[in-house]
C-alpha cells in the first residue's frame, strides 16, 4: 500500500544517516529465589531476591546433597489444582531477553511424587516440567522480545505432584544477535547450549557471558547428552583472545576451547528436548590451532536425512578472514528430530580434520494471541491490584482461566463469565465489565458496589445478570430489557429508584427487584420508549434511512445501539457508540468566515479552516466528487463510519452536514499541516525533520494504519496513504487523515498503480551512505529494516508483513538511531557489508516520488 511504500521510503533513508553508537546499558539482570526469604548476591555477584510479595502457594526448604548454592534451598510451591500461578515481572517493551525458569524438586513435600506440569509465558505454553530425579536441576530457557511491559511465567496443569518453581532469572540482551524473521510469531526455547573442549564440568556463564546464558559443558554427564564421540576426537584450547565481533556472540572463553577429529570426524548425538519441531540452530567456529600454511581445514555438516545441509564446506579461516576470529554459520529454520545425530566430517582435500567451539539450538514456540479479551481484562483487574483476584496474573483464559472467570473454546478464547461475588467489590461497578462483548453470566452480588447500573447494551449475550445484595442507585436501565437473551436478572436489595419499564415484564424474563424501596412497577406508559428502543436495535438500517433528515431525534438519543455487522458496519473495539455530530450550513459558513482560508486540497476536496463559537479550531471539507454518494444512506453510513474511529494517531472526525448539495466533513484541525510539505515544501528547507522524527512519525503513521487493520471490524483499509495524507498537530505528532473514505477512494479502478510504478534503478548506494558513516554502523540490521520495508510492497498480501511487524522494525530502528546496536548476525560482518552494499544498489531510490499509491488488492493488512 501506500502506506508500506511510504515507509519504505523512510526506510531507505536509514542508510543516509549517521547513526550515534555510544550509549550502554548495564545488565539489568532480576533473579528470583523462589521460596527465599531475604535477598543475597552469590559467588557469580548475581543479586537475588525473595518471592516473598507472592501471595499464592507455601514455601518449603529443601536440602540436596552438594547443592548449596542459596537459591536452591528453598522452593514455593502451588496447589495441584485446576488454577494457574503466576509471576509478573516488570520488562522494557521491545527488548529482547532471555528468561530462565529452574526446578530442584528436592523432595520438597517429603511425598516422593515426582512432579509434572506446565509452565507458560502469558497465554503461551512453554513447556511441560516433568521431574525424574528428586536431585537434578531441571531448566527451561526461553528467548523472547517483550511486546510489553510485563510478562507473566505461570504454572498450572499439575498431572501428579505439586507445582513449584526454584529459580526465575531475567536476562535482558543488549541488541538483536537473536533476532529472528519470526519473532513476533515464535519465542525460542532453547534446547542445546553447548561449550565443546570445556576444562571442567562447570558451564561458562555470568560474568564470563555478560548475557548470563549457560554454555554447558561437553563434559557433563547426562542421559543421551554428547554420546558417541568418535575415535580420535581431542580436547584443544588457547590462552590467546578470540575476536568474537559482537558483543552476545559466545564469549571468548567458549571459543577459547574446542574438540577436534583428529581421525577425520566429530559426531555426536544428543536428545533435543521440545523436539521434533523447527528450529534455530548456529554453530560456532574459530580456529584455536596454530597450522602451519600447508595445512588445510575444510569440512561439511552431515546430518541424517539432509543431504542438501551437507553441501556448504567450512573453512574456519577463510570463512573467518583469520586464526582467531569467530566463523559462526547456521539455519534460521530448520527442522531437528528428537535425536539429534550429527556430524563434522573433513573434505577429501582437507589435511585436518574438522574442529567445533560451540553450538547452539533452540525450537520455535508458537506464541499464542491471547484470549479476546486479555486488554479489556487486565485494565479490570488493573482497579483491584490488592485483591487476590485481582493478582492472579497472565493471562485471562490462558492456558487456564482466572479463577473468577470462566472462558469459551474458541481457539481465541473469549470470556463467557465473570463471578466475583461477595469480594468486598466498593466504587462503582467496573466500565470495563460492559465491554466484555461475549459476556454471558455477570454475578456482583453480595458486594458493597454503588453508583448506578451501566450500560450493557455491549454485551448482546448476556443470559444471566446477579447485581443483588449492593448498594446499587439510579434507575433499571431500560436497556436490559433488551438483551436478547436475557432471561434472569436479579438486583433486589440495593437502592435502585424509579419505575420498573414494562419491557422487563414478559414471560420469558426472571426479574427480582424487591428490596429497593424507591423501585415502583411502571405503568402502561413505558411499553411506547420500549418499542422505540427495540425498533433501533432491530431497525438500523432503516433508522440511518432517516439518519440525516432526523439529526435532532439523534442529538436526542446520544447513545446509538450497537451495530450489527451484517449492515456493514464496524465495531471498533473501545470506540463509543455516539452518532456523527450533525452541522448546519451555516454554523459552518460561520466558523469558516465563509469559507475564507483554504488550507489544503487533495483528491476528496478542498480543505478550510473553521473556528467553532466554543474556540475549538476545525479543518471543513468540502467533497468535490458528491456523486460517488447514490443517497443520503450512503453518505450517513460513511459518516457513522468515520465518527466511531478513535485513535490518537488518527485525525478525529468532528462531524458532518449535507445540505445544499454539498457533502461536507469535519476534523480537528492539525496546525503543523501535511508531512509533505514538511518534506518536500517550502517548510523542508527552513525546518526539516531530523531522522529520528521521521522515524517517529513513521512509527505512529504506522500505528494509525494498524488500528485501521487490526482495532476495527471489519477492517479498514486506507488505499490512499501519502504523505499529505499524514498530519502534525501542534506537538509534531502524526496522524493519518482520509481513511475510511472507501467510496471516494475507490473511484472506479484507476487505483491500480502498484509496484509497476517501481522505478527499480541502479543506484550507486555507496554516493548515498553518508561517508561521516565510516565502518561504524551496522549494516545488517539496516539491511534487515530496507528488506521489511521491501516486504511492504510485495504484489501479494500474504507476503507481506503485518504492521505490527513494520511498527516493530521501525521502533527497532528508533532504538538504533538511539544508539542501541542491533548486532544482527548471519555471517561475518565485513563479507555481509560489501554483499549488503552491492544489493542496496539495485533497489528503486525515487525517494521524492511521495503521491504513490498501490492498488487494494495489495493492500491487506497481513494476517494478525
Ligand atoms: C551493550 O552494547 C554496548 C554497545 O555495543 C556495549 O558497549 C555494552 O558493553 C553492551 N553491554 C553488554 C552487557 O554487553
Ligand atoms: C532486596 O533487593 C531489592 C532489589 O534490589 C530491593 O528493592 C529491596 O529493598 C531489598 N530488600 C532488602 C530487605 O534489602
Ligand atoms: C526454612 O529455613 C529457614 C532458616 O534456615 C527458616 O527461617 C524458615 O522458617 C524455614 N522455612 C520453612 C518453610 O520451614
Ligand atoms: C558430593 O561431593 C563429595 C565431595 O566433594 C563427592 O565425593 C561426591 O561424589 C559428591 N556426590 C555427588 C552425588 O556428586
Ligand atoms: C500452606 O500451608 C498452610 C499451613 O501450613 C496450609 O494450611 C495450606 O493448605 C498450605 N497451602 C498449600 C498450597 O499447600
Ligand atoms: C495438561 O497436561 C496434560 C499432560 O501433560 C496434557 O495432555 C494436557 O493437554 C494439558 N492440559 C492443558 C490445558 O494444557
Ligand atoms: C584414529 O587414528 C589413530 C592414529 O592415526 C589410529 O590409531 C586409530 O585406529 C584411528 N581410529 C579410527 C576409529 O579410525
Ligand atoms: C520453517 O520452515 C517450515 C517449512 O520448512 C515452515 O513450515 C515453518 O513455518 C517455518 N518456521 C517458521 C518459524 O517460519
Ligand atoms: C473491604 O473493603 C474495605 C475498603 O474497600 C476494607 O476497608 C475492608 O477491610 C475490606 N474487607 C475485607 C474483609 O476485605
Ligand atoms: C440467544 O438465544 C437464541 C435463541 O434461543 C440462540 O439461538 C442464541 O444462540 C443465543 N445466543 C447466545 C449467545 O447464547
Ligand atoms: C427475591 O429476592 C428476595 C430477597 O432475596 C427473596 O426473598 C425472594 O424470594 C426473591 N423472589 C423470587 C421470586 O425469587
Known amino acids: 500500500m501506500g502506506t508500506d511504500r511510504f515507509l519504505f521510503i523512510l526506510f531507505f533513508s536509514v542508510l543516509v544517516l549517521n547513526l550515534d553508537i555510544t550509549t550502554s546499558q548495564t545488565p539489568d539482570f532480576i533473579s528470583i529465589n523462589c521460596g527465599g526469604q531475604s535477598n543475597f548476591t552469590d559467588d557469580l555477584g548475581l543479586d537475588w531476591i525473595p518471592d516473598n510479595q507472592i501471595i499464592y502457594g507455601n514455601t518449603s526448604n529443601i ?39 529452574t526446578f530442584l524438586y528436592g523432595n520438597f513435600d517429603s511425598n516422593n511424587v515426582y512432579p ?117 576426537t581431542e580436547r584443544v584450547s588457547t590462552e590467546s583472545p578470540i575476536d568474537t565481533g559482537k558483543d552476545e556472540q559466545p564469549p571468548q572463553k567458549v571459543m577459547q576451547t574446542a574438540v577436534v577429529g583428529r581421525n577425520g570426524t566429530l559426531t555426536y548425538r544428543m536428545n533435543l528436548d521440545g523436539f521434533p519441531g523447527f528450529g534455530w540452530a548456529y554453530t560456532y567456529f574459530a580456529e584455536i590451532e596454530d597450522l602451519p600454511p600447508t595445512e588445510t581445514r575444510k569440512f561439511r555438516l552431515v546430518l541424517p536425512g539432509a543431504p542438501e545441509l551437507s553441501k556448504p564446506v567450512v573453512n574456519i579461516q ?228 432517516g439518519f440525516l433528515t432526523s439529526c435532532i431525534l439523534l442529538r436526542q438519543r446520544k447513545k446509538y445501539p450497537k451495530q450489527e455487522p451484517k449492515h456493514g458496519m464496524p465495531v471498533m473495539n473501545n470506540a463509543t457508540t455516539e452518532a456523527a455530530q450533525c452541522f448546519t450550513l451555516s454554523e459552518l459558513r460561520n466558523a469558516t468566515k465563509n469559507f475564507e482560508k483554504k488550507v489544503g486540497s487533495g483528491g476528496f ?130 496522524k493519518v487523515s482520509d481513511f475510511g473514505l472507501s467510496k471516494l477512494a475507490v473511484d472506479g479502478t484507476s487505483h491500480v498503480s502498484s509496484i509497476a510504478k517501481l522505478h527499480i534503478e541502479n543506484g550507486d548506494i555507496q554516493g548515498i551512505i553518508d561517508p561521516a558513516l565510516g565502518n561504524e554502523y551496522d549494516i545488517q540490521s539496516m539491511w534487515k529494516i530496507a528488506e521489511k520495508a521491501l516486504m511492504c510492497v510485495q504484489p501479494h498480501g500474504n507476503m507481506r508483513p503485518s504492521m505490527s511487524e513494520v511498527i516493530k522494525e521501525i521502533q527497532d530502528a528508533i532504538s538504533i538511531e538511539r544508539g542501541v546496536v542491533a548486532a544482527a548476525r548471519e555471517r561475518s560482518s565485513d563479507e555481509m557489508s560489501r554483499h549488503s552494499i552491492l544489493n542496496m544498489g539495485s533497489l528503486d531510490l525515487m525517494s521524492n516520488d511521495h503521491d504513490l499509491s498501490i492498488d487494494e488488492s495489495i493492500n491487506r493488512p497481513g494476517a494478525r
Open 63 to 101: 536440602s540436596v546433597r552438594n547443592e548449596t548454592r542459596q537459591q536452591y534451598q528453598t522452593v514455593r510451591y502451588f496447589p495441584g489444582d485446576n488454577r494457574k500461578y503466576c509471576y509478573t515481572l516488570d520488562v522494557e517493551s521491545r527488548t529482547r531477553y532471555l528468561i530462565r525458569a
Open 318 to 545: 577463510e570463512n573467518a578472514q583469520g586464526m582467531y576470529r569467530l566463523y559462526e554459520p547456521g539455519f534460521e529454520n530448520i527442522t531437528l528430530p528428537f535425536v539429534l545425530s550429527f556430524k563434522f566430517g573433513k573434505t577429501a582435500d582437507s589435511s585436518q580434520g574438522p574442529l567445533v567451539n560451540a553450538i547452539e539450538i533452540s525450537k520455535y514456540v508458537k506464541i499464542s494471541d491471547g484470549s479476546f479479551d486479555g486488554d479489556v481484562a487486565a485494565s479490570l483487574v488493573s482497579g483491584y491490584q490488592l485483591s487476590d483476584w485481582g493478582q492472579e496474573g497472565g493471562d485471562p483464559c490462558l492456558p487456564v482461566a482466572w479463577s473468577w472467570l470462566v472462558c469459551n473454546s474458541d481457539p481465541q478464547p473469549k470470556i463467557i463469565s465473570v463471578k466475583l461475588t461477595g469480594k468486598n467489590l466498593s466504587g462503582s461497578i467496573p466500565l470495563d465489565l460492559t465491554k466484555l462483548t461475549y459476556l454471558e453470566q455477570l454475578w456482583l452480588d453480595g458486594n458493597a458496589l454503588t453508583g448506578p447500573i451501566p450500560d450493557f447494551s455491549g454485551c448482546q449475550n448476556l443470559k444471566i445478570i446477579h447485581l443483588e445484595n449492593n448498594q446499587l442507585s439510579g434507575e433499571l436501565p431500560a436497556s436490559l430489557a433488551d438483551l436478547p437473551n436475557l432471561s434472569q436478572l436479579y438486583v433486589q436489595n440495593n437502592l435502585l429508584s424509579g419505575e420498573v419499564p414494562s419491557g422487563f415484564l414478559n414471560e420469558g424474563l426472571i426479574l427480582n427487584y424487591t428490596g429497593n424501596p424507591n423501585l415502583r412497577k411502571e405503568g402502561s406508559g413505558g411499553r411506547r420508549n420500549r418499542n422505540i428502543i427495540i425498533g433501533l436495535a432491530i431497525g438500523a438500517a432503516a433508522l440511518f434511512l
Open 116 to 232: 509434572k506440569f506446565d509452565i507458560s509465558l502469558g497465554p503461551t505454553h512453554w513447556a511441560t516440567i516433568v521431574i525424574s530425579d528428586a536431585n537434578t536441576i531441571e531448566s527451561q530457557e526461553l528467548i523472547f522480545l517483550a511486546s510489553g511491559t510485563s510478562i507473566s511465567v505461570c504454572l498450572s496443569n499439575a498431572t501428579t505432584g505439586k507445582p513449584f518453581i526454584s529459580t526465575l532469572e531475567l536476562r535482558p540482551f543488549n541488541g538483536s544477535i537473536y533476532l529472528t524473521p519470526f519473532e513476533n510469531q515464535f519465542f525460542l526455547s532453547v534446547s542445546a547450549r553447548i561449550n565443546f573442549g570445556a576444562e571442567n564440568e562447570d558451564p561458562v556463564r555470568y560474568p564470563d557471558d555478560p548475557f548470563d546464558r549457560i554454555w554447558e559443558s561437553d563434559l557433563v554427564k547426562k542421559a543421551n547428552y554428547l554420546v558417541d564421540v568418535a575415535a580420535g
Open 605 to 734: 476536496g478542498t480543505v478550510y479552516y473553521g473556528k467553532l463559537n466554543d474556540g475549538k479550531e476545525i479543518a471543513v471539507k468540502l467533497l468535490e466528487n458528491t456523486n460517488v454518494y447514490q443517497g443520503k444512506k450512503e453518505f450517513a453510513n460513511e459518516v457513522t463510519l468515520l465518527s466511531r474511529i478513535h485513535h490518537r494517531n488518527l485525525v478525529q472526525f468532528l462531524g458532518f452536514c449535507q445540505e445544499d448539495g454539498m457533502d461536507i466533513l469535519v476534523y480537528e484541525f492539525m496546525h503543523n499541516g501535511t508531512l509533505k510539505e514538511h518534506l518536500y515544501g517550502p517548510l523542508a528547507r527552513a525546518r526539516g525533520i531530523n531522522w529520528i522524527k521521521r522515524l517517529e512519525i513513521a512509527e505512529e503513521s504506522a500505528k494509525g494504519i494498524e488500528y485501521l487493520h487490526t482495532g476495527c471490524v471489519p477492517s479498514i483499509i486506507h488505499r490512499d496513504l501519502k504523505t499529505s495524507n499524514i498530519l502534525l498537530d501542534k506537538n509534531m505528532r502524526a
